[in-house]
């Protein structure tokens, strides 16, 4: 069983900066692909940036190509998405999800929510005008 445990959101003015962060428990973190989703007020949950593991590539959605940057630390079994220039638009629960077993190909999979086989509880994040 892996546990996530996500941090980092609050309220921030348009233009701001926030780091969320993911703490995950299980030992081979290392071989996870971790992705970021977020799920806006009356809106299905979306996806924002995956870390693939099997090919070692980042994908992120159109909308926060530029802004958003996923990253990981190994040792410390912890996943990061950095978010610059925020946007009004950007205000949604984050969500952290780690794919154990990453059988993914390519942006279309590693962006399709079951394929996921944990979820953090979310946390909030608030961009104002």
């Known amino acids: 069983q892996v546990q996530l445990v996500e941090s980092g959101g609050g309220l921030v003015q348009a233009g701001g900066s926030l780091r969320l962060s993911c703490a995950a428990s299980?030992?081979?973190?290392?071989?996870?692909?971790m992705g970021w989703f977020r799920q806006a007020p009356g809106k299905e949950r979306e996806f924002v940036a995956a870390n693939a593991w099997s090919e070692g590539k980042t994908y992120y959605v159109e909308s926060v190509k530029g802004r958003f940057t996923i990253s990981r630390d190994n040792a410390k079994n912890t996943v990061y998405l950095q978010m610059n220039s925020l946007k009004p638009e950007d205000t949604a629960v984050y969500y952290c999800?780690?794919?154990?077993?990453?059988?993914?190909?390519?942006?279309?999979?590693?962006?399709?929510?079951?394929?996921?086989?944990?979820w953090g509880q979310g946390t909030q994040v608030t961009v104002s005008s």
């Open positions: 299980g030992r081979t973190f290392s071989r996870y692909t």
């Open positions: 999800a780690a794919d154990a077993n990453d059988y993914c190909t390519g942006y279309g999979c590693y962006a399709t929510l079951s394929e996921y086989d944990y």
